[in-house]
Nanobody
Framework: QVQLVESGGGLVQPGGSLRLSCQAS?????????MGWYRQAPGKQRELVAR??????????TYADSVKGRFTISRDNAAGTVYLQMNRLQPEDTANYFC?????????WGPGTQVTVSS
């Protein structure tokens, strides 16, 4: 059974940074040529914040307008990890963050990692 496991969340002050990691068990994460980071805040629907599409030549990234210029998605297939570097965090970035394929697959949702931005 394939599991995607997120890590790296925590409590950070506004303006701070965090780097989230996503690893797969049961399958090589490089098999997923399109990966995304999603988030869900209390009382809101889950939303896609960043995605990466990988070909043999390059990785193409796309971001939600709300995080563009602050978040960076990347992947290291050798390490079996997809990252989300989050800079200049704001209170509205507070949410549970998940990784999944893009488009998402319900069988791959993990527990997420909580990010709380507060002073």
């Amino acid at each position: 059974q394939v599991q995607l496991v997120e890590s790296g969340g925590g409590l950070v002050q506004p303006g701070g940074s965090l780097r989230l990691s996503c690893q797969a068990s049961g399958r090589d994460i490089s098999d997923f040529w399109r990966m995304g980071w999603y988030r869900q805040a209390p009382g809101k629907q889950r939303e896609l914040v960043a995605r990466v599409t990988s070909t043999s030549a390059t990785d193409t990234t796309t971001y939600a307008d709300s995080v563009k210029g602050r978040f960076t998605i990347s992947r290291d297939n050798a390490a079996g990890t997809v990252y989300l570097q989050m800079n200049r965090l704001q209170p509205e970035d507070t949410a549970n963050y998940f990784c999944n394929k893009y488009p998402s697959d319900d069988t791959y949702w993990g527990p997420g990692t909580q990010v709380t931005v507060s002073s």
